[in-house]
């Protein structure tokens, strides 16, 4: 028999935990045992206490450890545990509780259904809105649209409503005359449009979809005002507005998910309202009673309701729990806390303006795509890099990393594909908003030091292939290959199994080089290049072309440091003979040779940056401007070419034992350096055919 004294093994072995890899879980001993919670902190079965940032799930608006809800759920007991609503009967809190919903919602929705969840209550909308277009006489109207992301629950019909591929998955998922369109998530889909085109070129993907079904068979449209579950996403300003336009010109019914958005946590009492729209139904759920009480409500508004209650006959539905007087006596209650606290008015004023500024700090994290949030909800956003953009691949492990972490550290957040994600109880403080942003700040700086790891283990699995030959039958031309980096970096490409071309001014240097890399078994040829001369760039892929018959590699290594000191002391002809080589040779050597990198079923192309281009060496002038254009090509380049074969990505070698490094730093102990062979591992794995990386600068990282 299981340990009764072990909870988390007792859990394991009998409980069936959702959106749980429940087998991982038992191998991990079970799960986390939380004992017990006051205000905005939980403290497990060992003590260990935690700042919930995430209000439960969604739901604790007003706190844990509430005496007075714990009080009116007793005496409401003690009074009457239990009746149903079915046979025209009602009980106080259930009546009470309808009345004031109407008095709070939007204008026009004026009744109420209960359930015992926003998964039923959504469901309950999806049979309501078919028998509402039935009794119109109108039942081929039954396709609801959702959007991609949208959670609405976890039943059937909820599922098929929202857009979280994962769960259509299992149950043979959707069901007939259920369809989405694009979530308004701009960090995803259009990070560079305006607001305002985004917002309307989102709403109008509605639009489109009614013109493509026929708005004839199309019954609503449901929305969350914030998608929470999709990743907190925010819709531009306008969005809304125009959606409803839509639905009303299409006569399609408009219901907003209200189950995260209500009850304060936008500053309004329902999303709706901090939208400025007016839906035909509404779910509400969570912070109805801030989950002290399992209880949810629809909303219907009069157009429906009015059509139900003339010609509809008996409503044949309902749950045995529908209204629960228990559950709607501490909604009641659970509101009239929120009412008596000022807590709209505190998110609106006080602590979301807080949130959102203490977020904004974030954004000058590296791995810190966007910080955004909207009243006392928010998500920081996580990608590899932020120009151009790179993501993390495959998503979500980054995040989940982050999120262990800080819970590791004492304050619960959740990881939402690469998004953390939070939306604190309305009473948290400026000091726990505090703690949230710093414990999160050094969760990331931990992430930053693993991920260069990451990424080169990631690319170093790949490398390992075939033996350690990795880029068989790859040809690779390598510029400044005469000596230092270059050579070493041919002679390790070389090794993996590429044919190399060996570029530089001396052919003899050259030729030492290549010597050495044919008496290892590699194959090498060479050629004479001057990066300086544009006419010798531009004769270049014709001598490879004698050569070899394909490329598929290109290491742009070559340049000259130049006059360090200001930029006003300058001369412009040192000015000139930098930029030509670092940035404008490496410029022609891309557009030279980019047919034949095309023809390659998997071109390569490597940049060697330097932390110049970070401002690190900003005092190196010229080289310092040469080397940041560098990387802003780099970013042009693999932009152009994201749809193509073609990867484009940066090498920044660090500190190593070369000519240049010892010119400029006259006074350093070369012997203190690693030599250029040990950064060579990077070059292999960027070459490799199954990199995916694309945009990127990778620092070498050598223990």
């Known amino acids: ?67 007075e809800l714990a009080d009116v759920a007793h005496e409401q007991i003690e009074r009457l545990a239990y009746y149903n609503t079915f046979f025209r009967t009602t009980t ?9 919903l109407a008095e709070l919602t939007p204008d026009g929705l004026n009744h109420a259904i209960f359930t015992n969840s926003g998964s039923e209550a959504n469901d309950t909308i999806a049979r309501l809105t078919r028998h509402f277009w039935a009794l119109e006489g109108r039942p081929e109207k039954r396709v609801i649209i959702g959007r991609d992301l949208g959670y609405h629950g976890s039943t059937l019909a909820a599922i098929s409503m929202g857009g979280i591929t994962s769960m259509m998955e299992q149950g043979g998922l959707p069901l007939p005359d259920f369809d989405r369109i694009e979530a308004p998530y701009k960090f995803l889909n259009a990070p560079g449009l305006p607001d305002k085109v985004y917002a309307r070129k989102a709403a109008r993907a509605l639009q489109k979809r009614i013109d493509e079904l026929g708005a004839d068979t199309v019954a609503a449209f449901v929305a969350e005002p914030i998608q929470g579950a999709g990743g907190v996403i925010i819709p531009p300003d306008g969005y809304f507005s125009e959606i409803e336009k839509i639905c009303r010109a299409n006569d399609v019914l408009l219901v907003a998910d209200e189950v995260i958005c209500g009850f304060g946590r936008l500053g309004t009492w ?11 139904m509404m779910a509400l759920a969570k912070g109805l009673s801030s989950g002290y009480q399992p209880i949810a409500a629809v909303m219907v508004g009069d157009r429906v309701a009015n059509v139900l209650l003339e010609r509809g006959r008996d409503l044949s539905h309902g749950f045995t729990y529908s209204g629960h007087p228990v559950a709607a006596a501490v909604a009641l209650a659970n509101i009239e806390i929120i009412e008596r606290e000022g807590l709209l008015a505190r998110v609106r004023d006080d602590i979301g303006p807080y949130l959102a500024e203490r977020l904004k700090t974030l954004e000058d994290h590296p791995i810190v795509g966007e910080a955004r949030s909207c009243g006392f909800i928010g998500a920081v956003e996580l990608v590899r890099q932020k120009k151009p953009r790179v993501a993390f691949h495959p998503p979500g492990i980054v995040a989940a990393v982050v999120r262990d972490q800080m819970q590791s550290a004492g ?17 948290a403080t400026h000091a726990q908003i505090d703690r949230l942003v710093t414990v999160m700040r050094a969760s990331l700086d931990e992430v930053v030091r693993k991920v260069n790891h990451t990424v080169q283990a990631e690319l170093a699995a790949d490398a390992m292939l075939q033996n350690g030959r990795s880029l068989e039958g790859r040809v690779a031309l390598v510029t400044g290959a005469s000596r230092g980096l270059g050579a070493a970096v041919a002679g390790r490409l070389a090794r993996a199994g590429a044919k190399v071309v060996l570029a530089a001014r001396s052919l003899t240097d050259l030729d030492a080089v290549a010597n050495a890399i044919r008496e290892t078994g590699g194959e090498a040829e060479t050629v004479a290049l001057d990066l300086s001369d544009p006419a010798s760039i531009e004769a270049l892929p014709g001598q490879v072309a004698d050569m070899v018959d394909r490329l598929d590699i290109l290491v742009a290594n070559a340049a000259i440091l130049g006059p360090i000191g200001p930029t006003a002391e300058q001369e412009t002809e040192a000015w000139g003979e930098t930029i030509a080589i670092d940035l404008n040779a490496n410029f022609r050597l891309l557009r030279a040779f980019h047919d034949m990198l095309s023809a390659s079923d998997a071109g390569r192309v490597i940049l060697v940056s330097s932390g110049a281009a970070r401002a690190e060496l900003a005092d190196w002038s010229a080289y310092a401007a040469a080397k940041a254009g560098l990387e802003a090509l780099l970013r042009a380049y693999a932009a152009e070419t994201a749809n193509s074969p073609i990867r484009v990505n940066g090498v920044d070698p660090g500190a190593l034992r070369t000519g240049m490094r010892a010119s400029a730093f006259p006074e350093e102990d070369p012997e203190t350096l690693p030599i250029p062979e040990r950064a060579c591992e990077v070059f292999v794995q960027l070459s490799t055919p199954m990199c995916k990386l694309t945009g990127a600068v990778v620092p070498v990282s050598i223990d």
């Open 270 to 280: 329902t999303g709706s309202e901090y939208f400025g729209i007016k839906p035909d």
């Open 92 to 100: 106080a809190p259930t009546a009470r509780l309808a009345a004031k």
């Open 411 to 427: 304050v619960i957040v959740r990881s939402v594909g690469e998004a953390l994600v939070f939306a604190p109880p309305l009473i």
């Open 1 to 67: 028999m299981t340990d009764e004294t072990d909870l988390g093994r007792l859990d394991a072995a009998h409980h069936l935990h959702p959106f749980t890899d429940n087998r991982i879980l038992k191998e991990a001993g079970g799960p986390l045992v939380i004992a017990a919670g006051k205000g905005c902190d939980l403290w497990d079965e060992n003590g260990h206490q935690y700042f919930d940032a995430l209000a439960g799930l969604w739901c604790v608006a007003v706190g844990y450890g509430r005496r």
